[in-house]
């Protein structure tokens, strides 16, 4: 583990306000990343260390709290793509307690704030903490008006379309509900749901979603109501917000109104005498985690009396009546038999931890990364070691550390292969780069295996039939060896082949025989190039507009004080380091044969240029924010492929902006020059689909 920072005590005025400005941007980037891309960059427990940190200096040193620090925050400003909504009441967060003495220091501070009578005890309300998407639920005249995310505590995103998909969120409330009710509580997928759904995104080559939490803030924040509805979702209540009339006299019996009133409340939920009660909730609670089909990551005290909820009151962020308190990361130790390295596509080398089976908050793990060959180097793992184990949220697990003092006398440090694995090439690693990459191109099976299975994939030939399993079998029996191979595949040979008949053989062949016409963009991708993604390749596509000037393009490029070089480099999101890779393919002995090979059986249709009455022909577009659809290469080259330009700022000359959430300074910039702005919606409803 990491040296411990020096005691706040300990620093300079200058050492603390330098640590305190970085630490703030760093805080302030992680919470962009968590509330507006969905996509976490950090663990919670370290995002929680690096919080504490803050709070810590800010205490010893309270001339560096600003308005604008995250200790004062909730989350991040908010995205655009749905309409705000100000929370009557705001929606708040909760502080964080690691260890029993914190959770007992939190009753103290509950004491000495209210100074109940000795023999009165602070009854506490224990509960799961459901690691999903808060939400608020307003219901007037006892109908679900509105719900809205938490956003940045104030202002949250208008999702009630989406909300009203969700079983568990009643449409309406009993007549004796009160007129106003504002509920809250936690949206979350169920972790079955969330492995099929990954199962489903992967099987049509969609992304795949790194935990149920992001998962479900991806189903949710959807601008098509009809994916979020695809989706499963589920609600627990467990807040309240605005209210017409308080609806109970304790927390406890506020939880019981909510189930009458039609809402899941989670059934694990404790009423706690004291301190040792609460404790003993948190310790069951821990116990029956790996058995939940949701994920929770602590569990939260609440006063129960709503009185002292009310006089205890908030500072800055979070209730004084209320703490979280974390779980640890799941982890496990084990033993780490080998290291496999693993040779991609492109020859990268990964390397595999493989280890004896252990089971890490409720799943068997035998595999976990270890990133790359730094890494090993970093933390000194050695086969033979006992290892950490962790599973954080995340679908893959990583080797922590390795415990010294059990490590193996014979143990020695792990060399890092400096040949492919596979065809024994020289791994070489450029300066810049963290991965180690074989030299042996086609020659490599491994990547030979990983390029076929990239060339029948579904964005390039796409061919029915024809999966990354038939591949590799056909492979390894000498029937494909090369991308031309699978054009020259013989009915009979095929239908002989185990699983395999006469009609299953011809229909293969036949959905073979359909790719043979195939688009330049598609045909360039379906190569696989490093860097060369569907963007790219239809940029390249673009440009050339034939497979023959392409080819005679490239073969020109290769000096590099040629027209055609400074062309492709100039080529608007190509640039030097993608043209290096374009050219070191096409300049490769074999890539030189797979491609006269392929041009030799295949018809590659002329990639159709746009036609120029599309909306957009001669339009100057910008995007920005994050787009949810597509990427951002793909958004362009299809605008591009659509006849118009796309710039990457704001300016007078351009003519329309497309803004997903967190657009920021440009959709700012927009606004002033008074440019028209639209949604990735109304963007892709304006170019078809
Ligand atoms: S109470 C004013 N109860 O945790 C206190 N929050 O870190 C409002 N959460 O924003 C929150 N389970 O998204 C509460 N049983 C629970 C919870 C819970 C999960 C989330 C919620 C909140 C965050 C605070």
New binding site residues.
């Given amino acids: 583990m990491s040296d411990s920072p020096p005691n706040p005590d300990d620093l300079t005025p200058e050492q603390a306000a330098g640590e305190h400005a970085r630490l703030a941007a760093e805080i302030a980037e992680h919470n962009r990343l968590y509330y507006q891309e969905d996509a976490p960059g950090v663990s919670d427990a370290e995002y929680d260390a690096q919080l504490r940190r803050l709070q810590d200096i800010e205490a010893k040193f309270p001339d560096l709290i600003t308005p604008d620090s995250p200790t004062q925050k909730?989350g991040a400003p908010l995205s655009s793509g749905f309409t705000k909504i100000r929370h009557t009441v705001p929606?708040?967060?909760?502080g964080?307690a690691f260890s029993d003495d914190d959770v007992t220091d939190f009753v103290a501070r509950i004491r000495r704030f209210l100074n109940p009578p000795e023999d009165e005890p602070v009854v506490l309300v224990a509960?799961?903490?459901?690691?999903?998407?808060?939400v608020s639920l307003r219901y007037e005249n006892q109908s679900f008006v509105r719900g809205a995310t938490?956003g940045d505590g104030n202002e949250g995103e208008d999702i009630t379309a989406n909300l009203r998909t969700i079983a568990d969120i009643p449409a309406t409330l009993p007549d004796d509900a009160p007129d106003i009710v504002e509920v809250?509580g936690?949206v979350y997928m169920p972790k079955s749901a969330f492995n099929a759904l990954n199962e489903r995104q992967e099987a049509a080559g969609d992304k795949v979603f790194a935990n149920p939490r992001n998962a479900a803030a991806g189903s949710l924040r959807q601008l098509d109501t009809s994916i979020t509805a695809s989706r499963t979702l589920r609600m627990?209540a467990?807040?309240w917000g605005e209210m017409s009339e308080e609806p109970a006299g304790t927390h406890w019996w506020f939880l019981e109104r909510l189930r009458e009133w039609g809402f899941r409340v989670?059934s694990l939920m404790e009423h706690c005498e004291d301190v040792e009660e609460a404790l003993a909730a948190y310790r069951n609670i821990a116990e029956v985690r790996p058995t939940l089909d949701y994920d929770?990551d602590g569990v939260?005290y609440?006063v129960n009396r709503l009185s002292w909820q009310t006089r205890l009151g908030f500072v800055s962020r979070?209730?004084r009546w209320?703490i979280?308190h974390k779980f640890p990361a799941e982890q496990a130790t084990t033993i780490l038999r080998d290291i496999d390295i693993q040779v991609g596509r492109t020859g990268a080398l990964t390397p595999v931890a493989r280890l004896e089976p252990v089971t890490v908050g409720g799943v068997v793990v035998s595999n976990a990364t270890l990133h790359n060959e730094d890494e090993i180097a970093r933390k000194d793992v050695r086969i033979g070691d006992t290892v950490v184990i962790q599973r954080a949220g995340d679908v893959i697990p990583q080797v922590v550390e390795p415990v010294l003092d059990k490590r193996p006398k014979d143990a020695k440090p792990y060399k890092f292969p400096k040949r492919c694995p596979v065809c024994g090439s020289e791994a070489v690693r450029p300066e810049d780069e963290v991965a180690r990459r074989c030299t042996g191109g086609l020659i490599c099976a491994a990547q030979a295996v990983e390029r076929l299975k990239h060339f029948v994939s579904r964005n390039a030939f796409d061919i029915e039939g024809l999966g990354a399993k038939h591949i590799v079998a056909f492979w390894e029996d000498g029937l494909v060896k090369e991308p031309a191979d699978i054009f020259k595949l013989d009915q009979a040979v095929i239908a002989e082949r185990e699983g395999w008949g006469e009609q299953s053989a011809q229909n293969l062949i036949d959905a073979i025989a359909e790719r043979e016409n195939i688009p330049l963009d598609r045909f360039i991708f379906a190569l696989g190039v490093r860097q060369v993604g569907q963007a790219t390749a239809r940029l390249l596509a673009y440009t050339y507009g034939t497979l023959e000037a392409w080819r005679a393009a490239m073969a020109a490029a290769q000096k590099p004080d040629s027209d055609a070089y400074s062309e492709l480099v100039n080529i608007d999101g190509i640039g030097p380091s993608v043209a290096a890779d374009v050219l070191a393919f096409v300049h490769e002995k074999h890539n030189q044969k797979v491609l006269k090979d392929l041009a030799a059986v295949l018809d590659v249709a002329p990639f159709e240029k746009p036609a120029s009455d599309s909306p957009v022909a001669g339009k100057t577009i910008v995007f920005t924010g994050t787009l949810e659809q597509m990427t951002r290469p793909e958004a362009k080259a299809r605008a591009e492929a659509l006849g118009a330009k796309v710039s990457g700022s704001v300016s007078k000359k351009t003519d329309l902006v497309v803004a997903g959430p967190g657009s920021g300074s440009k959709g700012k910039k927009a606004e002033e020059l008074g440019i028209e702005t639209i949604n990735e919606g109304a963007w892709l409803k304006l170019i078809g689909g």
């Fill in positions: 909730v929606m708040l967060s909760l964080n509960e799961p903490k459901i690691d999903g998407l808060s938490r809250r936690e627990f467990y807040a989670n929770i939260v609440k979070a209730p209320a979280a």
